[in-house]
Structure formats: structure tokens, C-alpha cells
């Protein structure tokens, strides 16, 4: 059974730094791209950074372009999502997604995500 | 604001067919057939519905179909069911190597 599992959220005054931790099981990790989308309280699903199968391939939202850095151990099945710089705005539920099939861009599997809350 | 549009909500009764629209651009919607549509029932995982502008992934009814015509995409749900009444999101590849949703749709099953 493919599972997915976040950690690592909290809550962090602006400007300082998070990261965001996603367990994956039940599925050969460094087959698959993952990503990182997350939802804003009362807003919509905003996909946030995408990395490739072996992390060499990394693409991100511009609104988190150059703040946020996505990673993965696949010693580990493990993605990350380092976040510096954070702001209000970053306050959300943060979900891990699997590519569908040889997608970036598709997610047929989600975790149940990690909420980050910034404010002083 | 989304790259790309959404209507805010739609409604329709059991039974019957109702189509959401995904407005873009030449840089995503209409430049690529990279097209996916997202059933989101609240403190639930998303699930994927259509891909490939018109594709369904193994287990997805065929009661949800996509197409697409110049810069909109659109998801049709055809004999709606109480529990279709969900959050609808599209999303699309863009030139940026960005995957956007679109702000999302509110379904009603009335």
C-alpha cells in the first residue's frame, strides 16, 4: 500500500525556516517524481515545487522561487521541502504528492499533509 | 490570483450533466496537452480524474470525461450523483516548467 507521510510543520515567525520532511513506503521511491502542494486556510490547491526521480530535475512555483528548496534521500524514500524566508502568505497545509506514471505534473497519491503557520 | 480560471461554483441535480471550464493561455492550457482535473473532497486526498487533457486513470468512473478547445479545457460530469458534490480543480504544464492549479470550482449536487 503506498503511503506518504509529512512531518516537520509548525509554527515559525516570519522570516525564519522550516523543513518539511515526507516518509514515502509501499512503492519504489526513486521511480517516481514527487512533489510538494499545499492549501492556504479557506484557498485553493497550489502546487509548489516538483523534483525528478533522481533529484536532479527541481522546478518551483515563482512564489516560493529562491525561499524554498526541495530534496530527496532515496537511501531514505524520504523528500524534503527546506523553507527560509518564510512569510504570512506560506501559511498552509502542506501535502507530499507521487507522479502519476512518468508524469511531474500528475499526483495519483497524497499524504493527509502538514500544516505551517506563520505569524509572530 | 490563479494562472488559470475557474468559475467559483456550478450546481445541477441528480442526474443530470454539468461541465466546469479552465480558462489559460497559449503558455499552459493551450500550448500542451498536459491538461489534469482534481476531485478534492474537503480533509481528503485530491484524486485524480482526468490527465492528458482526456484521459482517465484506471478506476475513475466514466461518468467524468475532459476535453479541451484552444486555450479552455473543460471536465464534464455526466449523471451527477450526491456524492460528486466535491471542490474541482484543473491544472495545467505551462512554459515556465510550472504545474498551476486553477483557483477551483465549488460542485453542488442540488
Known amino acids: 500500500e503506498v503511503q506518504l507521510l509529512e512531518s516537520g510543520g509548525g509554527l515559525v515567525q516570519p522570516g525564519g525556516s522550516l523543513r518539511l520532511s515526507c516518509a514515502a513506503s509501499?512503492?519504489?521511491?526513486?521511480?517516481?517524481?514527487m512533489s510538494w502542494v499545499r492549501q492556504a486556510p479557506g484557498k485553493g490547491l497550489e502546487w509548489v515545487s516538483v523534483?525528478?526521480?533522481?533529484?536532479?530535475?527541481?522546478y518551483y512555483a515563482d512564489s516560493v522561487k529562491g525561499r524554498f528548496t526541495i530534496s530527496r534521500d532515496s537511501s531514505k524514500n524520504t523528500l524534503y521541502l527546506q523553507m527560509n524566508s518564510l512569510r504570512d502568505e506560506d501559511t498552509a497545509i502542506y501535502y507530499c504528492?507521487?507522479?502519476?506514471?512518468?508524469?511531474?505534473?500528475?499526483?495519483?497519491?497524497w499524504g493527509q499533509g502538514t500544516l505551517v503557520t506563520v505569524s509572530s | 490570483q490563479s494562472a488559470l480560471t475557474q468559475p467559483a461554483s456550478v450546481s445541477g441535480s441528480p442526474g443530470q450533466s454539468i461541465t466546469i471550464s479552465c480558462t489559460g493561455t497559449s503558455s499552459d492550457v493551450g500550448g500542451y496537452n498536459y491538461v489534469s482535473w482534481y476531485q478534492h473532497h474537503p480533509g481528503k486526498a485530491p484524486k485524480l480524474l482526468i490527465y492528458?487533457?482526456?484521459n482517465r486513470p484506471s478506476g475513475v468512473s466514466n461518468r467524468f470525461s475532459g476535453s479541451k478547445s484552444g486555450n479552455t479545457a473543460s471536465l464534464t460530469i455526466s449523471g451527477l450523483q450526491a456524492e460528486d458534490e466535491a471542490d474541482y480543480y484543473c491544472?495545467?504544464?505551462?512554459?515556465?516548467?510550472?504545474?498551476?492549479f486553477g483557483g477551483g470550482t465549488k460542485l453542488t449536487v442540488l
Open positions: 491544472s495545467s504544464y505551462t512554459s515556465s516548467r510550472t504545474w498551476p
Open positions: 509501499g512503492f519504489t521511491f526513486s521511480s517516481y517524481a
Open positions: 504528492a507521487r507522479g502519476f506514471g512518468n508524469s511531474y505534473g500528475y499526483f495519483d497519491y
Open positions: 523534483s525528478g526521480r533522481s533529484g536532479g530535475s527541481t
Open positions: 492528458d487533457v482526456s
